[in-house]
């Protein structure tokens, strides 16, 4: 049986902690390097739950959505999985691959067809996994610079960003603009009265045309999926589409992935039938507290009839996500123009560098050289309006003098 003592001292008693309930040391932490594509597929259900234990994570972080892109995109012999375990349990999670582009850099998995890259830190240990995680990241670089593009802002890689012992930079990487995860009504509210006076006409147009709104249940995934992209090639025909979304590798990733994040509930694809065709097509996808509108395709048809798909696809978004408890409705990476219409917040992705010290000149290099690149991105961004407008203005006066 445990035994408790007491020791008197005057104006005070102290009581020592019972030997049963003794808080036991912590587990130390270890880690090691996953290369073996079968060992990052098996670590499907642990990979799963600390997912959910980090609340910063978003979609492009589950493994449902990593492992597909691997077996889609990934290079043989190139994975670099970092992983951190506390007594067993996995902590903390890097999912990375070694690139040579020129330099060697040790890039997140999910390549540019995803919006977000992070690191994974259970919020419990977050400190001591991040402190871990930068030691173990440190062992896997060796020779190679860390490149972790499209961190969000709040993101777990900044703590181990903080952490690191070593040459580091951040950079400003992709826009992104945000609204809050409410209702529709509520979304009307943020917009001037005008505005939002169209709004309202262009959603009483959709509901006068009997235009029904379905979510596909899981079995029905892949035929889905392969119904969306058919309606996206059709929405971008002759109007410039990203070629990766038509390929095959694309479309065999997306049926695979969101068929795995929809029965646990990280996607949702969303169909909307005219007179029982399938008219229009829209891919969600959902973490903790986010949620983003990733791909949708329409059929020209809406389009003849005036029919704004935009309008239509946030409302159905609006109405789900908001009811799930989410926060964050995200329109993901791009600054088209009909984003802006709502309103948006802009948040600006990261670009977080880092290395061990010798290797400070390489980290250097790549840095100067993304912000060239940027910095050229903003001037044609710039200039460009200007040069169309003064084309224009020269081919009326050659028609004008024909």
């Known amino acids: 049986m445990a035994t408790e003592s007491a020791t008197e ?22 880690s090691d390097i996953c290369h073996d594509p079968g060992r990052f597929g098996a670590l499907a259900a642990e990979w799963t739950a600390l997912h959910r234990r980090t609340s910063a994570a978003t979609p492009f972080q589950s493994h449902a959505w990593l492992h597909s892109w691997w077996l889609s995109y990934g290079t043989p012999g190139r994975l670099r999985v970092v992983l951190v375990r506390r007594g067993g349990a996995l902590v903390a999670a890097a999912p990375l691959m070694l690139a040579r582009r020129p330099l060697p850099a040790l890039v997140p998995l999910g390549g540019t067809i995803s919006d977000f890259s992070d690191v994974l830190l259970d919020d419990e240990h977050a400190d001591s996994a991040a402190r871990a995680l930068a030691r173990a990241l440190a062992t896997a670089a060796r020779s ?29 990487d992709s826009l992104c603009l945000e609204l809050p995860a409410v209702p529709m009504d509520r979304l009307l509210a943020r917009l001037p009265s005008s505005r939002a006076q169209r709004a309202r006409a262009k959603i009483r147009k959709i509901d006068s045309l009997g235009i029904e709104e379905r979510l596909v249940p899981g079995e029905e995934i892949p035929t889905a999926v392969a119904r969306l992209l058919q309606l996206h090639r059709l929405q971008w025909q002759g109007r410039g589409v990203t070629p990766e979304h038509l390929s095959a590798r694309f479309a065999d990733h997306l049926a695979r992935a969101v068929r795995a994040m929809a029965a646990s509930g990280d996607a949702a694809v969303t169909e909307f039938r005219l007179a029982g065709e399938v008219v229009a097509a829209d891919l969600t996808l959902m973490s903790g507290s986010l949620a983003g509108g990733y791909l949708y395709g329409a059929d020209p048809i809406l389009r003849e009839r005036k029919i704004d798909v935009a309008t239509m696809l946030l409302r159905g978004s609006a109405r789900r996500i908001s009811a799930d408890g989410r926060t964050t409705l995200s329109m993901l990476r791009g600054n088209e123009p009909y984003k802006h219409h709502w309103r948006p917040e802009a948040v600006h992705n990261q670009r977080l560098l880092l290395a061990r010290g010798r290797l400070a000149p390489a980290l250097r290099l790549i840095a100067a050289h993304a912000t060239a690149r940027n910095r050229a991105a903003v001037l044609v961004n710039e200039r460009l309006p200007v040069m169309k407008a003064g084309l224009a203005r020269r081919t009326r006066r050659g028609d004008g003098k024909g």
């Open 144 to 172: 190679a610079v860390i490149d972790l593009r499209e961190v969000r802002p709040g993101a777990a890689a900044e703590r181990v960003y903080h952490c690191w012992d070593g040459p580091r930079d951040r950079l400003d």
């Open 9 to 30: 001292h005057p104006g005070s008693r102290r009581r020592t902690r019972p030997a049963s309930v003794r808080r036991a040391a912590p587990a130390a932490l270890t």
